[in-house]
T-cell receptor, first 120, second 114 residues
Framework: AQTVTQSQPEMSVQEAETVTLSCTYD???????LFWYKQPPSRQMILVIR??????QNATENRFSVNFQKAAKSFSLKISDSQLGDTAMYFC?????????????????FGTGTRLTIIP | DTAVSQTPKYLVTQMGNDKSIKCEQN?????MYWYKQDSKKFLKIMFS???????INETVPNRFSPKSPDKAHLNLHINSLELGDSAVYFC?????????????FGPGTRLTVT
């Protein structure tokens, strides 16, 4: 079974600064996806960024980027120029992929989350 | 347009009651999921359906019974509610096997059992 560990339960940073959230995972699989989801106080789960394990290039979405270290099984999220709207719980998630599409079996395994507060 | 919707958003009920949560997606996806988020914010898969067929059935008490009348709808019925069932329940959908594997989440239903 896969496990996802987020070792920082809470973090806070001044507005406009850069912050990095850590995530490590344990798996024997070679074919998988990794995700960061954001959950603001509204409770809505919002996809921030995704990374395919077979891609060496780190994914980037505007101010959000990841540092994917496959050998180390590490998947950290960097938020640049942080904004007040970035205040939220952030969840790292793992998805095992089967060799043949097996619709419905692509479940997300989540970490315990990091509560990020952006200070004005 | 709401992509994944859930009703109700809040549900307060007493122990022993039976309740249902409904989920609908208008994204044309084939796969739908139920996740449970406990009081410590931990999210865990409960069930998944693909085109009305049950695919994932995690270790969930038999009191929980999902039903998918069609691929756009996935309901969750809970019998004999217990205090420990208090949580936020999220419905999600995905195209399943698609290029992005992104799961789109509903707004969640906060269930409080008193």
């Amino acid at each position: 079974a896969q496990t996802v560990t987020q070792s920082q339960p809470e973090m806070s940073v001044q507005e406009a600064e850069t912050v990095t959230l850590s995530c490590t995972y344990d798996t024997s699989e070679s074919n998988y996806y990794l995700f960061w989801y954001k959950q603001p106080p509204s409770r809505q789960m919002i996809l921030v960024i995704r990374q395919e394990a077979y891609k060496q290039q780190n994914a980037t979405e505007n101010r959000f980027s990841v540092n994917f270290q496959k050998a180390a099984k590490s998947f950290s999220l960097k938020i640049s120029d942080s904004q007040l709207g970035d205040t939220a719980m952030y969840f790292c998630a793992f998805m095992k992929l089967l060799g043949v599409p097996n619709f419905g079996n692509e479940k997300l395994t989540f970490g315990t989350g990091t509560r990020l507060t952006i200070i004005p | 347009d709401t992509a994944v919707s859930q009703t109700p958003k809040y549900l307060v009920t007493q122990m022993g009651n039976d309740k249902s949560i409904k989920c609908e997606q208008n994204l044309g996806h084939d796969t739908m999921y139920w996740y449970k988020q406990d009081s410590k914010k931990f999210l865990k898969i409960m069930f998944s359906y693909n085109n009305k067929e049950l695919i994932i059935n995690e270790t969930v008490p038999n009191r929980f019974s999902p039903k998918s009348p069609d691929k756009a709808h996935l309901n969750l019925h809970i019998n004999s509610l217990e205090l420990g069932d208090s949580a936020v329940y999220f419905c999600a959908s995905s195209q399943g096997g698609g290029s992005s594997y992104e799961q789109y989440f509903g707004p969640g239903t906060r269930l409080t059992v008193t």
